[in-house]
């Protein structure tokens, strides 16, 4: 049976608002293996910031500086994780927590 492509809202999913995330899946996203040429640190931040709420990506920071990861990794162009963040206009809460664990802009920016 075929099925239309579905376009637009209709092939999206519903946010989840409300989930409790367990301390072992909030820590689960430090084990995320990252895509060739993406610092690992990176990939592992990005992937908590795109799929946590901010209460919970702030359980992820803890977690991830006390597993000695760099909370100041950078990409090739020398941008920082924290650079990143600040381009969206509803990431100010995340960009607020990386500052206070000690994230950095980079220079250039």
Do not use: C
Not at 17 to 27: G, H, L
Not at 69 to 76: H, T
């Amino acid at each position: 049976m075929i099925e239309e492509k579905k376009t637009g809202a209709a092939r999206t999913q519903a946010a989840v608002r409300d989930e409790f995330w367990t301390d072992e899946r909030v820590q689960g996203f430090l084990e995320m293996l990252p895509p060739e040429g993406m610092p690992s640190d990176y990939n592992i931040l990005l992937k908590a910031y795109r799929g946590m709420l901010p209460d919970t990506f702030e359980r992820f920071i803890g977690y991830f500086i006390e597993a000695g990861r760099d909370i100041n990794v950078r990409l090739s162009d020398g941008s920082t994780f924290l650079d990143h963040v600040s381009r969206h206009r509803k990431s100010v809460e995340y960009a607020r927590l990386l500052e206070e664990a000690g994230a950095r802009r980079s220079r250039s920016k």
